[in-house]
């Protein structure tokens, strides 16, 4: 039967383009095993569950996977990986078949991302993101060719420059990273510094993916744990 990740209720990732993707997938899977049809049923909802949000995190993975022309081993071992540790054995084992699928394929991203925008709240979008930067990031490298596209992504999905660059300088250290983490300029003062922090501590809180799960809302507390350290160093460097 279906598993957990990908189980009855499903909503709005099966229509509009992602559900051109998969459904011929959901239905080799189906074909192949005829007890999954027992119970199972698709329905459209413009509200996003745990499922939605996976499937759209594989779509886009895959995506970022192929940016650079090539999918190497140790690259696939680490999504594995992180699939385990995120999802659980048995969802990881479903959504490697997904992802190895959607890897043969062919599609515009950009329709995707649309269709994304429209059922996805900002902090649910905002986690997308921040997933796809650590994803890119699995070999050791975070190439060129996967930023652009990562960013790319943002702005169809209307996420700020400055909320991406927040993201990615959790990911890719450089002079100021903990001034762009806070979306903040090195030049602002310490009142700004502290408004700052207050902003983007409620705006990337946990809780506002708590619907989604205690698996992805683990993935959102590191990113608010890199909201907490970057802010510990910018008043350690200033005395405050």
Excluded: C
Aim: glycine share 8%; hydrophobic share 40%.
């Amino acid at each position: 039967m279906l598993g957990r990740m990908f189980g009855a209720g499903l909503g709005w990732a099966f229509a509009g383009p992602i559900g051109g993707l998969i459904g011929w997938w959901l239905g080799g899977q189906m074909d192949s095993n005829p007890a999954m049809t027992q119970g199972t049923r698709v329905r459209v909802s413009p509200q996003t569950r745990p499922g939605d949000f996976a499937i759209a995190l594989l779509v886009l993975l895959a995506a970022v996977m192929k940016a650079d022309g090539k999918v190497v081993k140790s690259e696939l071992e680490y999504v594995k990986q992180f699939l385990i540790k995120s999802f659980g054995v048995d969802n990881a084992q479903e959504m490697l078949v997904l992802l190895k699928n959607l890897l043969e394929q062919d599609y515009y991203i950009y329709e995707i991302a649309t269709q994304i925008n429209g059922h996805m709240n900002k902090a649910e979008k905002l986690q997308l993101i921040h997933v796809l930067f650590g994803i890119s990031q699995a070999d050791g490298h975070v190439h060129t060719s996967e930023v652009e596209l990562i960013r790319e992504i943002g702005e169809h999905l209307r996420i700020s420059t400055p909320d991406i660059e927040a993201i990615m300088a959790i990911f890719i250290k450089e002079t100021n990273s903990y001034y762009k983490i806070l979306e903040v300029d090195p030049s602002a003062n310490d009142q700004d510094i502290k408004k700052a922090y207050r902003s983007m501590a409620a705006k990337f809180h946990p809780d506002k993916v708590q619907h989604l799960g205690p698996d992805f809302q683990k993935m959102a507390e590191e990113k608010f744990k890199a909201i907490n350290e970057a802010y510990q160093e910018i008043k350690t460097e200033r005395g405050l």
